[in-house]
């Protein structure tokens, strides 16, 4: 138990920049070139020689878009269970908490940015890669409850693989669940931004995703609800190779911008004060 947990926290630290070592490095997965984590991190987890994005957690992807020291978490305590009984889940479960070092897939909380409140949430891709069960979509309708009771605006940070098959049915009443409170907040007349980052699949791509009054993406972020080797063998055909990829989704009309992350902060500040 202990070697597992040595090797997860290993992991983390140089997959997800926690380290504070200079002498650390991490292999680029683009450019094969080893960087210093800590350079990636000043450089906000993006390669320096190639570009290249680098996976950010949910915990840290909120410290980069807010105003220092303004987030308040929302719901913190509430935790998936096994309710259908699928086997093994609760060993999942409990690996996901340990990679994570969360409760679960969704950092939900009020927050500044530049200056302006708003509601934020960020799924974090380190647990289940980001699914979506029914405690996701329960602490994302809450803040949207909340931002509509209080008239606050919402940004979302997506990250996910889909639905949670350990929950069945249960995970992907999750998609109208979550979409009923959008459209009650939006019938409210307050704003929602939503930023795609790499991956948004699934049934979160077909859900609250695509349902910002604003949408943003990362450069070079796979958007999309089945994978392209699912659809390659479904039409017998070759896909283009940048092929759900932000750039061609945008060219699509599904994205208005695509913002790096240097200028993420910054522009989400513009947008709430054109919409304050």
């Known amino acids: 138990m202990e070697l597992k947990k040595l090797f997860l926290k290993a992991n983390n630290e140089l997959e997800y920049g926690?380290?504070?070592?200079?002498?650390?490095?991490?292999?680029?997965?683009?450019?094969?070139?080893?960087?210093?984590?800590?350079?990636?991190?000043?450089?906000?987890?993006?390669c320096p020689e190639c570009g290249h994005y680098f996976p950010v957690r949910a915990r840290r992807r909120i410290l980069m878009l807010t105003d220092k020291r303004s987030?308040?978490?929302?719901?913190?305590?509430?935790?998936?269970?096994?309710?259908?009984?699928?086997?093994?889940?609760?060993?999942?479960?409990?690996?996901?908490?340990?990679?994570?070092?969360?409760?679960?897939?969704?950092?939900?909380?009020?927050?500044?940015?530049?200056?302006?409140?708003?509601?934020?949430?960020?799924m974090d891709a380190n647990f289940m890669m980001g699914s979506m069960g029914a405690i996701v979509g329960e602490k994302i309708t809450r803040l949207f409850e909340?931002?509509?009771?209080?008239?606050?605006?919402?940004?979302?940070?997506?990250?996910?693989?889909?639905?949670?098959?350990?929950?069945?049915?249960?995970?992907?009443?999750?998609?109208?669940?979550?979409?009923?409170?959008?459209?009650?907040?939006?019938?409210?007349?307050?704003?929602?931004?939503?930023?795609?980052?790499?991956?948004?699949?699934?049934?979160?791509?077909?859900?609250?995703?695509?349902?910002?009054?604003?949408?943003?993406?990362?450069?070079g972020a796979r958007v999309g609800f089945a994978g392209p080797r699912v659809i390659e063998k479904s039409l017998?055909?070759?896909?283009?190779k940048d092929f759900q990829k932000a750039e061609r989704v945008l060219e699509c009309g599904f994205v208005d911008l695509i913002v790096p992350r240097s200028r993420q902060k910054e522009t989400l500040t513009a947008i709430l004060r054109l919409h304050s």
Do not use: W
């Open 146 to 219: 909340y931002a509509t009771s209080m008239s606050l605006p919402v940004i979302g940070v997506t990250v996910s693989g889909g639905a949670r098959m350990q929950e069945g049915m249960i995970s992907l009443m999750q998609m109208s669940k979550v979409s009923a409170a959008v459209k009650r907040h939006s019938n409210n007349g307050n704003l929602y931004i939503v930023l795609l980052t790499n991956p948004t699949t699934g049934g979160v791509d077909a859900s609250f995703a695509m349902l910002g009054d604003i949408t943003l993406a990362e450069p």
């Open 236 to 240: 017998n055909q070759e896909l283009p």
């Open 18 to 46: 926690e380290v504070k070592v200079k002498s650390r490095r991490v292999v680029c997965k683009k450019c094969q070139k080893q960087i210093p984590v800590y350079k990636i991190r000043k450089n906000d987890f993006v």
């Open 71 to 122: 987030f308040i978490e929302h719901d913190r305590d509430l935790e998936s269970i096994n309710i259908l009984k699928f086997p093994d889940y609760e060993e999942k479960l409990s690996l996901a908490r340990e990679r994570s070092r969360e409760n679960e897939g969704v950092i939900c909380g009020v927050a500044a940015i530049g200056g302006y409140r708003a509601c934020i949430f960020a």
